[in-house]
């Protein structure tokens, strides 16, 4: 049965590699008076008035260890139970990605409990993975023993993701020398060939051209119909309204709304 | 199912776990290291045989020369350059790329969730394969001067496990060492520069004298010894067997400790 809980569920990105030592005599100036606003506001435990809530991306705080990092979730509490699609709306790095990213498994939490149950399937990176150097055949068979497929099924996703991508010739050529739209082919075709229980999407995927998101769509339906869980993310709300039954707007790392999609924006759209 | 509590993160078991997935999916690593040295050289003639041919001529020139420098003979410093330059490229290679294990599979690390120990074997095959190229060039110095290996040569063979265990680990530390401190990269490669001179490769542990009882001191000494002394010096003295056992043991363990504390943070720093 699949199902995804988290409780109090906490990520702190460290900022290691862009000299944190000016960022930190920089910060030190303007983030007592940040941090002061944001205990003002959580005090208040409304996120009705100020604007201070209203900046983008994460807490920019110093840990106990003196390293500069953005607290980039905090505290989310929040279950997603079989057949829910869910939708991440908010502004850039409100933790849209940070967020799919940790359900996927690659970021640890710092803080809090994380359960999820099912296969997971992340759509979150569309060349990530894929090898540049190889062809695009290579990377097909690659793709395949990442998801520990047999050889069989290797020929199997192969023929299907070859077909569906209609790169024809182009599969015996190494992805840099692929267009961008090429590569964004395989790269669709290859994790939509597999049936996961839980897909995690980033918003990537609407990036092709029109000829084919029309050929993509159908593809993509069946793949999200046989899904128990979607999680989403996306800026485009038509995308939310169409895909999703339920909202969650994330702003600054903390969750400001979770319910029915159309509550969830409607309270958005008032508060901008 | 995928769990984790943050104020129960039994850290070793996890660690433990990793490690044990990303063995079992040794077909995996195999086909990976295959693809890296296929991506590597391609459109190349030679392709991996390069470092042979490159080995073969530090062996000849150097050979030549420092068997006159040092007045040793011909027949008595060739297979000891030969094996000696073999075995250091190999430990050299692990060192130097082991800093990459990690920052090299960054787009693979931050996408899904797979064992870390995966690219760590993935690396030490690679490593491995390599090294095998330079076999024949070994065979070529012994059928050239037309001289057997030491009949104690089967004992190279707990050398070459105590090597490739040696790999794995600075594949490890090094791998996470590098991704989180970018520095390291370099102070690594300067380091493996200074240990080439300062271990007996070009030149014989005799010239040392009596001296040369501290040699056992030097790490890659005791380990490159434990293959070169079996093969053409009638095997190795119990004081490089057990410091080499030693050192190997060591630095396996601190791998594994510092995976073990900072594996979940391997994601933020790549």
Same mark, same amino acid.
Request: with cysteine; proline share 3%; glycine share 8%.
């Given at each position: ?110 803080? /809090? ?5 099912? %296969?997971? &399937? @992340? ?6 993975? #894929? !090898? *540049? ?19 069989? /099924? ?5 023929? %299907?993701? &070859? @077909? ?6 182009? #599969? !015996? *050529? ?99 | ?270």
């Amino acid at each position: 049965m699949s199902h995804i809980k988290a409780r109090g569920l906490s990520i702190d990105f460290p900022l290691y590699h862009l000299g944190a030592r000016s960022l930190k005599k920089r910060l030190l100036a303007s983030a007592r008076v940040r941090l002061r606003r944001d205990e003002a506001a959580h005090e208040m435990n409304a996120h009705t008035t100020d604007r201070v809530t209203r900046r983008v991306g994460g807490e920019v705080v110093e840990d106990a260890a003196h390293r500069v990092v953005v607290s980039a979730l905090r505290d989310l509490t929040f279950e997603i139970r079989k057949g829910e699609r869910v939708g991440l709306v908010g502004h850039n790095g409100a933790g849209k990605t940070t967020l799919l990213r940790t359900l996927a498994g690659v970021f640890e939490p710092v803080g /809090g409990f994380l359960e999820v149950s099912g %296969e997971v &399937g @992340s759509l979150i990176d569309a060349t990530a993975g #894929l !090898d *540049v150097e190889s062809t695009g055949r290579e990377n097909i068979r690659l793709a395949g023993l990442f998801r520990g497929l047999d050889a069989a /099924g290797i020929a199997r996703l192969e023929e %299907e993701a &070859g @077909s569906f991508s209609g790169l024809a010739e182009f #599969l !015996d *050529v190494p992805i840099k020398g692929y267009s961008s739209g090429m590569q964004l082919r395989l790269a669709f075709a290859l994790m939509t060939a597999s049936s996961p229980n839980i897909i995690l999407m980033d918003e990537w995927f609407l990036a092709g051209d029109t000829a084919f998101m029309e050929k993509a769509e159908a593809r993509l339906t069946a793949l999200v119909g046989g899904a128990d869980i979607v999680v989403l993310a996306s800026h485009d709300m038509a995308v939310i309204r169409r895909w999703c039954d339920r909202a969650i707007w994330l702003e600054a790392g903390r969750i400001r709304a979770d319910g029915p999609v159309e509550e969830v924006l409607a309270a958005r759209d008032a508060a901008s | 199912m995928y769990r984790v509590d943050a104020d129960q993160p039994r850290r070793l078991s996890t660690a433990l776990a990793d490690i044990r997935q990303g063995t079992a999916s040794w077909r995996l690593a195999w086909e990976l290291a295959r693809l890296d040295l296929k991506n590597r050289y391609r459109g190349s003639v030679l392709g991996p045989f390069w470092i042979t041919l490159s080995t073969l001529v530090m062996l000849v020139g150097l050979g030549f020369l420092y068997a006159r420098l040092f007045n040793l003979p011909l027949t008595d410093y060739l297979p000891h350059l030969a094996v000696s330059l073999v075995v250091w490229q190999v430990l050299s290679t692990a060192f130097v790329e082991g800093c990459g294990t990690m920052t090299t599979n960054a787009g693979i690390i931050r996408q899904m969730r797979l064992p870390f120990s995966l690219h760590v074997l993935r690396a030490v095959l690679r490593s491995l394969i390599v090294a095998a190229h330079s076999l024949p060039l070994l065979a070529l110095v012994f059928l050239a001067l037309w001289r057997a290996p030491s009949a104690e040569a089967p004992q190279a063979l707990f050398g070459l496990v105590l090597i490739a265990v040696n790999m794995a680990s600075a594949a490890l530390f090094l791998g996470m060492v590098c991704a989180r401190f970018r520095d390291v990269t370099q102070i690594v490669a300067s380091l493996m520069q200074f240990a080439f001179f300062v271990t007996p490769i070009i030149w014989k542990p005799q010239l040392l004298g009596d001296q040369a009882v501290w040699l056992p001191l030097n790490p890659f000494y005791a380990i490159l010894e434990t293959v070169r002394g079996p093969l053409i010096a009638g095997g190795a003295d119990a004081a490089v067997w057990v410091a080499a056992v030693l050192y190997t043991a060591g630095f396996a363990a601190l791998a594994v400790a510092f995976f073990a504390r900072f594996r979940g943070r391997l994601a933020f720093w790549v």
